[in-house]
């Protein structure tokens, strides 16, 4: 085994990843504290070539240190868009054509590993704050939630590893392809 040299990663360049077909699922936070958490979310949304990022409420945005600390270069390739209210995302995404869904646990929630991520073609998926959640009235609009399976005793994770969990399970298919 013999660890991979940066050109052998055939890593995009900011210009080609701008111009690169993108994977039609939009992140959408919620309400998100930590900058950190936000960082993480844009590194993953350039590592699975996503479509973008909705920041809405009092997320922090970029320019800030602490978000490019984690993000690592992200906020320069993925889109975003500020919203002042979830609603405001939520309802431009629906207009847009988008399934939108929430990542929580709800009565009616669909197990991740049970979510048909083909039946879908242009999805956004609405991460919650880290203490709340989904916020109630955003819920309500959201058209179904999926929920990641989980045996142990705290029954949450991280808003950072929950996206990356979620975001893997709906672009694997589509990478594979």
Known sequence: MRK?????????SVAD??????IPIVVVLDNIRSMHNV???FRTADAFLLEGIFL???TPRPPHRDIHKTALG???????KYFGTTMEAVNELKEKGYTVVAAEQVDTSISLNSFDTQAYEKLAVVFGNEV?????????ACEGSVEIPQAGMKHSLNISVATGIVLWELVRERIRK
């Open 4 to 12: 991979l040299s940066m050109d052998e990663l055939n890593r995009k």
């Open 74 to 80: 992200a906020t320069e390739t993925v889109e975003w």
């Open 39 to 41: 960082g993480s979310v």
């Open 56 to 58: 809405c409420g009092y």
């Open 17 to 22: 990843f701008k111009t690169s077909e993108k």
């Open 132 to 140: 709340t959640g989904v916020d109630e009235e955003v819920l309500a």
